[in-house]
């Protein structure tokens, strides 16, 4: 059942909200207004307020489209003891993400027409957000076969990635490139050298030499994009870089560009909040694929967000027990939930690193929803209500056992953070209400 | 209080006093070693466990001798053959222990950082006899005091370490002590076998064994870790003997009262050539053995002192509240 906010305007389909701060990441601009929903969908920006409808006083808090989160890692099927799709869409109404793009690594992978409805189906009826998934590339991600890249798109798939299971094979990816080119289908790739990164744990550098841990490169993941770049030359494809995390890559990702290839770049909030040094004392919870980086790779992927050049951030939203991260920490898993926290910590951005909202929220929503082609990340007539009222200024410390995700692995436990979900909005309907 | 450690978990938490302090007791268990009498009774009581999830004879044994030295009741528990096998993750092995209320852990597991997640697990003194490639704090004490007591001093030496730094955790933790004691450190080895950015510590690097000795005071060789390689790092044995392994004429490099350390088990003829090995004028490798007693006698005195006084502290606030 799809969990009912108390003020759902079920009742009356005409929302008025006004005394929003605007955040408007199409136009670049941030400004006092309000805004008109009607049946789900933005018909008129600064119009008085009509009869009957529900007017809601945003008490010049920020009003900015709901995120959509490429890359969300969700335990079902196979692992919902990590998180289902409906603790997944709670955490996410929460945390203001609005559309969740959900990885193939399952178990079994979604890889044929038949899984991916299967998830749909459930999806619907149990999560208050929308659902898209992604199929794998390969079959069960092995790197061999091509998956029905036809039959997965007509049956709903956004994209085509194998996760962070890199394909080794150039033969095989560039078939797989050369069949997405002709259907339009877009793929994901993570760039990284197989080679040079197997068995690592930590960016290689002074900090894992004295830790003693198994250290790669980043050169590794320049090593991998260029690889990537060259299929990309060859077929045409429309591809996107899961996440760029790296100084090193940043100038074969601009030359990509530059030259006219189909190529977005992505980047966790984690690469752009944390760094290498936060795993201190060998803190599983910073565990991530790739590695946390230097703070000076950190500070030019901030740079980088600011420009354009990278143009997505995600959560890569990463559910793991307690028992697959309490060991050590070359053996514990990887990654981190983010739902609950992408919009507080890209708070930081906001705060310490002087980007700007609308500057955020291109990233946040505006590029994925072009990305994926969903009309939703847009504050304009037309678009649909998928909105987050957040303050993002509120000031609170983050426990990890207040998350909605089944799995509680976040970084940010303990940490001081600004940036509170108020309220989200799903096509108009209100799923999540921030109480005292 | 010259030492506040609860636990001994790598020489990076010391401080350069608290390495002092240790080093200093431990000259008196040398003496004491040294008698006929070699009973203390200071950790009298206590249960020592030694857990090792590595296959170790000689430290093992030197924490065994020193635990029953002092009157410790000491337990050997070879992980390696054990419930890890039957699928018992660390932390849960950790608990039973605990359970069975030991004062002192000591420790060697295969991964970086397994004894700092195990020390917060358990509420006893918990010592780290080597963990993967991170660190070995008591070889790195044992080298010290025997540098000491050879050179007359721990501070303004010359000292090559030399071999398979990438895989040694017996490197790290001795870079890092010489470091802190305010010495001359040069790495020397192959740049396979050299991690990354580690000049940072403050340390030179060499890749020519000649010029790395060049008026050392000490050199200390490693042993190289074949069973801890990928494979590849080195061409081959004799290769690495050539152009790395320590003979008369790679000696004559360093100082001319140069004293040559091997943490040990030695491949002979690999790192080092027999009879340098054997030179009782050059090599201290037998007199490192006997301090690895001594130095552990003193850490585990010390960290026992603390659990005392922890406990009691515990006692006394129990008390107060009823």
Known sequence: ?436 | MAFKQNHLLGIEPLHPTEITTILDLAEEYVALNRSSEKHGTTLAGMTQINMFFEASTRTQASFELAGKRLGADVMNMAMAQSSLKKGETLIDTALTLNAMHPDLLVVRHGRSGAVNLLAEKVNCAVLNAGDGKHEHPTQALLDALTIRRKKGRLHRLSIAICGDIAHSRVARSNLILLGKMENRVRLVGPPTLMPRDVEEFGVEVFDDMREGLEGADVVMMLRLQRERMDGGFVPSEREYFHRYGLDAEKLAYAKEDAIVMHPGPMNRGVEIDGAIADDINRSVIQEQVEMGVAVRMAAMDLLARNLRRARERQRLREAAHG
């Open chain 1, 1 to 436: 059942m799809v969990p009912q906010a108390p003020h759902s305007s079920k009742d009356t389909d005409v929302i008025w909200f006004h005394n929003a701060r605007l955040i408007d990441p199409e136009q670049s601009t941030e400004r006092l207004g309000s805004l008109l929903v009607e049946n789900g969908v933005i018909t008129e920006l600064d119009s008085p307020c009509p009869e009957g409808a529900d007017a809601v006083d945003c008490g010049g808090k920020c009003l900015a489209p709901g995120i959509v989160d490429i890359g969300v890692q969700v335990g079902e099927p196979g692992a919902q003891h990590k998180e289902s799709l409906r603790t997944a869409g709670l955490a996410a109404a929460k945390g203001g993400v609005t559309t969740i793009v959900m990885r193939p690594d399952t178990t079994p992978a979604i890889d044929t027409p038949e899984v991916l409805e299967y998830v749909t189906r459930r999806a619907e009826a149990r999560t208050p957000v929308h659902i898209r998934a992604m199929a794998t590339l390969t079959r069960a991600r092995e790197g061999r076969e091509m998956s029905e890249i036809g039959f997965l798109l007509d049956a709903g798939a956004v994209a085509f990635t194998d996760g962070d299971k890199v394909l080794h094979n150039t033969k095989v990816l560039a078939r797989c490139m050369s069949y997405a080119k002709g259907l339009g289908a877009l793929i994901i790739g993570h760039p990284q050298d197989g080679g040079l990164s197997d068995g690592a744990c930590a960016t290689s550098g002074k900090f894992a030499s004295l830790r003693g841990l198994p250290a790669v490169s980043p050169m590794a993941e320049r090593m991998g994009f260029d690889r990537d770049m060259g299929l990309v030359e060859m077929t045409g494809v429309r591809y996107h870089a899961d996440q760029i995390t790296s100084a090193r890559t940043l100038p074969a990702l601009e030359r990509a560009k530059a030259n006219g290839l189909k190529v977005t770049a992505g980047i966790s909030i984690h690469h752009l909040t944390l760094n290498e040094l936060d795993v201190g004392d060998y803190r599983t919870f910073f565990k991530f694929t790739p590695p946390l980086r230097s703070e000076t790779d950190r500070g030019a992927m901030v740079r980088a967000v600011a420009d354009g050049l990278i143009d997505i951030i995600c959560s890569m939203h990463t559910p793991q027990d307690e028992e697959s991260k309490r060991l050590p920490f070359e053996e514990a898993a990887s990654g981190a939930v983010g739902l609950e926290t992408l919009l507080p910590a890209a708070m930081r951005l906001y705060h310490s690193e002087g980007l700007d909202l609308p500057q955020i929220w291109r990233a946040l929503s505006f590029n994925p929803a072009k990305l994926l082609g969903l009309d939703s990340g847009r504050l304009s007539v037309g678009a649909p209500a998928d909105l987050v009222l957040f303050d993002p200024d509120a000031p609170f410390v983050l426990d990890r056992f207040a998350l909605r995700s089944k799995s509680k692995n976040t970084p940010f436990d303990g940490a001081r953070m600004e940036g509170r979900v108020l309220a989200t909005y799903v096509a108009g309907n209100c799923v999540y209400e921030y109480k005292d």
